[in-house]
């Protein structure tokens, strides 16, 4: 038995690693984005943004997640799933996963609970073209990238 099996990792990342390292620092930054924006700042980096809660895939636990976000009508808004261009990030899996159990927070606004859509084809495309017109640098963060980012319609529910 190695060390990592019995520390119960079975085999993840150890809690001296790199990546666990950048995860902690991607929940510190989520956390004070979070609150930044339950205060009221309702941008970031020239973006509006939201509070996206899911449940956890295999944990059941809740999740919350700051995203930039575009207006997709008066009812709806769209986000992206781009995760840094390699995978698929965590809120994503986790909002497939469970997409009845999905509500966005906007500043001063309680939680609302909302439908998930992923769009494909031509509504995805009239989405994207909307998304990058307003924000150029998701083109480029595309265009880095082998994998089509998901572009996913929240209405209300």
Partial sequence: MTQ?????SRGGRR???PGALSRWVQRRMNARTNTRI????SRFMGMDVLILHTVGRRSGQP????????????DARLIVASGGGTRH????????AHPDRVSIESPGRDA???????????????????????????AKYQGKSDREYPVIRLTRR
């Fill in 89 to 96: 990030p965590d809120w994503y899996v986790n909002l497939m």
């Fill in 38 to 41: 339950r205060r009221g700042r």
């Fill in 4 to 8: 990592d099996q019995q520390a119960g």
């Fill in 15 to 17: 809690p001296g690693s």
């Fill in 63 to 74: 999740r919350q997640t700051p995203l930039a976000w575009f207006a997709d009508g008066e």
């Fill in 112 to 138: 609302v609970p909302v439908t998930p859509q992923r769009l494909d084809g031509a509504d995805r495309e009239q989405a994207w073209q909307r998304i990058t017109d307003a924000q150029p640098r998701y």
